[in-house]
């Protein structure tokens, strides 16, 4: 048990602990009329205290106890109104589907342990230039095939926006701030191991890039308020893991904290929404509540600026630095990075000002009660939303210095950048104007595009789904590329119908008849023959008296008898015994008699 406070350690405490106090204040008036709200912070505080011993760990082997540790919390939480149907099934989604990436995270554990005889950060990292090279990608793809679970890449992703189920708290604590950041803090810590690994970084920013697209592409057309900002949360993630992949640790580290503050923002802005709105979560039956809630939607306006990465507010000043280094690679996979960060960041914007525009500034949709009973949440609503919103707007111009500063040294030796894959001068100052605001510019047309379709032409999508093009493409998207439907039908049906072959064949066929049942059969059939054999009739026992004794001088003789014969492979130790076992019959048999 050994705990390390690095500066990375460090880093990773400011949104676990300011974000999980402010959701905790949040969450004595969000949760104060459930009667089970005992069990539910219960299980906030464990969710804060694992992932403090995850970040915190020296060596993996405690990183992975607050690994496991976050994990089954987070069941636990989401699974937290337990009788709800769809909350089970997303909590035992979000478990199984964790338990994939866990099996090879403990697999790459295993493969570090054997190749470098320890488990401890520091001896590990001293030695990752020394070893094969083959062995170190085989390593980092295992490792990031645990991150893709927790940070839910592609194609374990898909429990994420399930996870919404739970209480709002738990969405912007686990799915938003925390939990989903392990998996990043996880690569980050490796990055010792990962620089050493051409083909484990390739791996990881093609994941990561196509995580981006992949969800922002899906949260376009999503209904539910806290599902969009899910599928936003897999998007930033896609960009974290991205940044990961171009050998930008400090880069990426910064993104983790900077989203982690307007992301809680926005969940805590959507819990207080659909609270003070009759607990709806359908944007399209909402509207116009900018003139009850103007607090909320200032703050979620805020949260939305500064996620699509709007100049000088925090999001800015990561986001936009990961797809300028994208570029500046100058390889495949910088300019596919490059490409799909920068399409992304105009669906981002896109879907953020499409849930700003239907959840405050169109037309009412909702019943008319829940408009009249509809109001500002207090103080314990609104304190975490001003700080949260004031992080979303400064934290970024005050923290960019020393995290990704040209020369920063804040890092020291807790993140390693191979010399090769520095590349932020390049970055900085020597991009084409054009391609340094392609982001910025993409973002600002999406929020426009997205304003101008609900507000001035809301028939506009309901003609494109009308069309069969449309209607596939939405479909499509609707069903988050279908990958649900691959894994129901192909791999899970493979593995129900597997499951009942070794059910019925193997262990209640096979294994039964070799095993317990045969073997039950076996020795009652043999006490049932032998039982015939006592008959009663003195004379069957004479015949059974001569048998035994011609069988038994026919054995003692038998090497005698047949020197060269099949009793040569009986040693003379064993032909000694038996001549000592019929010796004592005899003997012993006057001592019957008399």
């Not at 405490?13 to 009667?35: A, G, K, R």
Request: with cysteine; proline share 3%; hydrophobic share 50%.
């Amino acid at each position: 048990w050994e705990f390390l406070f690095d500066q990375l350690t460090v880093s990773m405490f400011i949104p676990v602990l300011y974000i999980s106090s402010l959701i905790h204040i949040f969450s004595t008036d969000y949760m104060s009329n459930d009667p089970h709200n005992q069990r539910f912070f219960s299980y906030l505080s464990l969710f804060t205290f694992f992932m403090l011993f995850l970040v915190s760990g020296a060596n993996y082997f405690v990183m992975f106890v607050g690994w496991e540790g976050i994990g089954i919390v987070s069941y636990l939480l989401i699974n937290f109104w337990f009788t709800r149907l769809q909350a089970n099934k997303a909590a035992i989604l979000a478990l199984t589907m964790n338990r994939v990436g866990d099996m090879g995270l403990s697999i790459g554990f295993f493969a570090i342990f054997a190749l470098f005889g320890s488990l401890d950060y520091s001896v590990i990292f001293s030695l990752g230039s020394y070893m094969n090279e083959t062995a170190i990608t085989i390593i980092g793809l295992l490792l990031l095939t645990g991150a893709m679970a927790k940070s839910s890449q592609i194609p374990l992703h898909s429990w994420l926006p399930g996870s919404m189920e739970g209480p709002t708290p738990v969405s912007a604590l686990i799915h938003a701030a925390t939990l989903v950041t392990a998996g990043l803090y996880l690569l980050v810590r490796s990055s010792p191991i990962l620089e050493y690994s051409s083909t484990a970084l390739l791996v990881i920013t093609l994941v990561g890039a196509s995580t981006a697209f992949f969800a922002a592409t899906c949260g376009l057309i999503q209904n539910d308020l806290k599902r969009i900002i899910a599928f936003s949360t897999i998007s930033q993630l896609g960009y974290m893991v991205m940044a990961v992949g171009l050998s930008q640790y400090n880069v990426a580290l910064m993104h983790v904290v900077n989203h982690a503050f307007f992301k809680a923002l926005l969940f805590l802005g959507a819990g207080a929404v659909i609270h003070s709105f009759a607990d709806q979560q359908d944007i399209r039956k909402m509207g116009g509540l900018i003139n009850y809630l103007p607090f909320t939607y200032t703050a979620m306006l805020v949260g939305s600026l500064s996620l699509l990465a709007t100049p000088w507010l925090t999001g800015f000043y990561s986001k936009d630095l990961i797809i300028e280094l994208a570029y500046a690679q100058y390889s495949f996979s910088g300019t596919y990075a490059y490409i799909l960060g920068s399409i992304t960041a105009g669906l981002t914007a896109f879907y953020s000002f499409r849930l700003i525009s239907l959840v405050f500034l169109t037309a009412p949709n909702g019943p008319k009660t829940s408009y009249l009973n509809s109001h500002e949440a207090n103080l314990a609503v609104v304190i975490p939303l001003f700080i949260l919103a004031l992080f979303s707007i400064f934290f970024g111009y005050f923290a960019s210095d020393i995290f990704v500063g040209v020369g920063s040294d804040f890092f020291g030796n807790s993140l390693f950048i191979h010399p090769n894959n520095v590349n932020l001068i390049e970055a900085e100052f020597s991009l084409p104007l054009l391609i340094k605001l392609l982001p910025a510019i993409l973002s600002l047309l999406g929020a426009l595009f997205a304003v101008y379709l609900y507000h001035y032409q809301p028939n506009f999508i309901i003609d494109l789904t009308e069309t069969s093009a449309g209607r596939e493409i939405y479909t499509f998207l609707n069903g988050k590329y279908l990958f649900d439907v691959v894994y129901n039908n192909y791999i899970i049906g493979a593995g129900l119908k597997l499951g009942y072959i070794i059910s019925k064949v193997l262990d209640r066929g096979v294994i039964e008849l070799v095993g317990p049942y045969g073997l039950s059969n076996v020795l009652s059939k043999t006490g049932t023959n032998i039982s015939k054999l006592d008959t009663g009739v003195i004379t069957t026992y004479s015949l059974y008296i001569t048998l035994a004794l011609l069988s038994l001088l026919f054995l003692v003789f038998a090497p005698i008898l047949l020197e060269t014969s099949i009793f040569n492979w009986l040693g003379s130790e064993i032909r000694l015994f038996i001549i000592y076992l019929a010796a004592l019959c005899f003997a012993l048999s006057p001592l019957n008699n008399s």
